[in-house]
């Protein structure tokens, strides 16, 4: 199985900070990497797939970058409704793994 | 609305069977490949089970291997996961999610562009 490390496991930060999240996995899976932010009780929701590749109608502050196994999702001028968990997922092969989560606090 | 509603969960023993179904609407649900993830509430995902458009591919996590089954049902635009032989480590939320096939000059991705609410599963005596 592929493994996935997100870091930081928790941020804090402030509304209008910039922020990034790193994902990195044991074995190159080109840029078959996705990006969804969860709200406490809800569904996750796709922000970026592709490693780079904007969901439509996120908000174009969310950003994704990297290929191999080295990727980031940037996050620019923070709002309120940021503030969420942040999880990465390949999709180069099954097992469709997920890294562990980046919780985004203030 | 283009929406998966998941249903079933509920309080089992351990060693007890539930029947999780998802139910598909407003999009072709016979075109997309299907997904279950779970996740232990305030934890992380964890991918469980997948099945293609046409049900004759089915992929499982090692550790619900041999005691999950999942299936599909075009004609109800439903998918359906069979949980046996539950274990208290099997509590979680259920999602299924639907998986998109995208291709342009870049090449080819794989994405979960939609996620039901989920259902909750608790495997206690």
């Known amino acids: 199985d592929i493994q996935m490390t997100q870091s930081p496991f928790l941020l804090s930060a402030s509304v209008g900070d910039r922020v990034t999240i790193s994902c990195r996995t044991s074995q190159s899976i080109t840029t078959y990497l996705n990006w969804y932010q969860q709200k406490p009780g809800r569904a996750p929701k796709l922000l970026i797939y592709a490693a780079s590749s904007l969901q439509t109608g996120v908000s174009s502050r969310f950003s994704g970058r990297g290929s191999g196994t080295d990727f980031t999702l940037t996050i620019s001028n923070l709002q309120p409704e940021d503030f969420a968990t942040y999880y990465c997922?390949?999709?180069?092969?099954?097992?469709?793994?997920f890294g562990q989560g980046t919780k985004l606090d203030i | 609305d283009v929406q998966l509603v998941e249903s079933g969960g509920g309080l089992v023993q351990p060693g007890g069977s539930l029947r999780l179904s998802c139910a598909a609407s407003?999009?072709?649900?016979?075109?997309?490949?299907m997904h279950w993830v779970r996740q232990v509430p305030g934890k992380g995902l964890v991918w469980v089970s997948r099945m293609n458009s046409d049900g004759s591919v089915r992929n499982y996590a090692d550790s619900v291997k041999g005691r999950f089954t999942i299936s599909r049902d075009s004609a109800k635009n439903s998918l359906y996961l069979q949980l046996n032989s539950l274990r208290a480590e099997d509590t979680a939320v259920y999602y299924c999610?639907?998986?998109?096939?995208?291709?342009?000059?870049?090449?080819?991705?794989?994405?979960?562009?939609?996620w039901g609410r989920g259902t909750l599963v608790t495997v206690s005596s």
């Open positions: 999610a639907r998986e998109v096939y995208h291709y342009d000059s870049r090449g080819e991705d794989w994405y979960f562009d939609l």
């Open positions: 407003g999009f072709t649900f016979r075109n997309y490949w």
């Open positions: 997922q390949q999709t180069y092969t099954i097992p469709r793994t």
